[in-house]
């Protein structure tokens, strides 16, 4: 049987990308600048997709650790901005926002292989890149009633029909699934994959009937999967998960050496001021230390990841042609 392994550790560091280019600064003060009372106006926080996604549950647990915590004196409201996996808002903030103060949005895996995959123009080098938070584990979940509700059945009914079968996935949630569909002898090229913006809209789709499987972040399904609605079929973690889903298998243990985790983290836009990229370095660091933030790791089974600075720009390039190479040898998307 084929394998290809795909690190959780160099994955999650694609979370780096642009931090290093960082613009030197703009000058201080007006509109959207930042000066010696930064912040001193509200900061938008934007989840670049539908509510329920792992972008929109990162985006309200910093907003919500932020407030409680008491670590900012400004509003952070969050709002949701779908489109294009990641791209329209990325592209947003490119054209419509350099150099501004007051926005943050959340970034991930998906920047990356969306960029690779040519589904957009732009990338993590293309804005600042505040910091990485952490890493989520993947996992593929069926309907509570689905006959496949194992890995053998899962790679069985991909065998007999792969067209069959309606894998609702995000733009980064592909790449596990399809390294896993090569490993297991399965052409990537024939997979049915339904793209959607997050978790929120895959569970939609699962429990209308409109799609068999999805693989998305443990936490865009964990209510779901508590309510017993979906079933946990298995996860790309290195390590089995915790309770109550530590009888979920790994690929590892499935034999289909497959690892890969999503990396979650923090950017601003281009050429943000260096005050407040410094503020922003300094006061999420903070917040990752409160009892309120180790809450959400703990509840969300988040892998703590972290890091800002040449510790994460060391990763970029491993991280980069990590992903690049899961790309090339899936031809996922082409």
């Not at 060391?314 to 190479?325: C, L």
Request: aromatic share 6%; proline share 5%.
């Amino acid at each position: 049987m084929r394998s290809k392994t795909i690190s959780q550790s160099v994955a999650a560091v694609v979370a780096a990308v642009g931090l290093t280019l960082t613009a030197s600064g703009c000058t201080s003060g007006g509109s959207g600048g930042a000066g010696s009372n930064y912040p001193n106006e509200p900061i938008n926080i934007t989840a670049p997709s539908e509510p329920g996604s792992g972008w929109d549950t990162t985006a309200r647990a910093m907003a919500q650790v932020l407030e409680e915590e008491n670590l900012v004196d400004v509003p952070v409201p969050v709002q949701n901005q779908p489109g294009g996996i990641g791209c329209s808002w990325l592209t947003e903030m490119v054209n419509n926002h350099a150099g501004e103060a007051n926005q943050l949005a959340i970034s991930s895996l998906a920047n990356q292989t969306v960029e690779e995959r040519g589904l957009c123009d732009y990338g993590l080098k293309d804005v600042t890149l505040v910091a990485s938070l952490f890493v989520e584990n993947f996992v593929t979940v069926s309907p509570a009633d689905s006959e496949i509700n194992s890995v053998e059945a899962l790679v069985g009914a991909l065998k007999d029909d792969p067209a069959g079968v309606a894998i609702a996935a995000a733009g980064d949630d592909q790449l596990p699934f399809a390294l896993f569909a090569e490993a297991a002898g399965i052409d990537p090229g024939e997979l049915n994959f339904v793209t959607y913006e997050g978790g929120g809209e895959q569970t939609n789709a699962l429990l209308n009937g409109d799609a068999t499987v999805a693989i998305a972040g443990l936490s865009e399904f964990q209510g779901v999967l508590e309510s017993g609605d979906l079933q946990a079929i298995m996860t790309f973690s290195e390590e089995p998960l915790e309770a109550p889903l530590d009888s979920v298998p790994t690929a590892i243990e499935s034999g289909y050496d497959v690892t890969l985790g999503n990396w979650r983290g923090v950017y601003g836009p281009p050429d943000m001021p260096e005050e407040a990229v410094k503020f922003w370095q300094d006061t999420l660091a903070k917040m990752i230390k409160t009892e309120g933030w180790q809450a959400q790791v703990e509840n969300n089974q988040w892998t703590e990841l972290f890091q800002t600075g040449d510790e994460l720009a060391t990763y970029i390039d491993k991280a980069g042609q990590t992903v690049a190479e899961g790309v090339e040898k899936t031809d996922i998307g082409n």
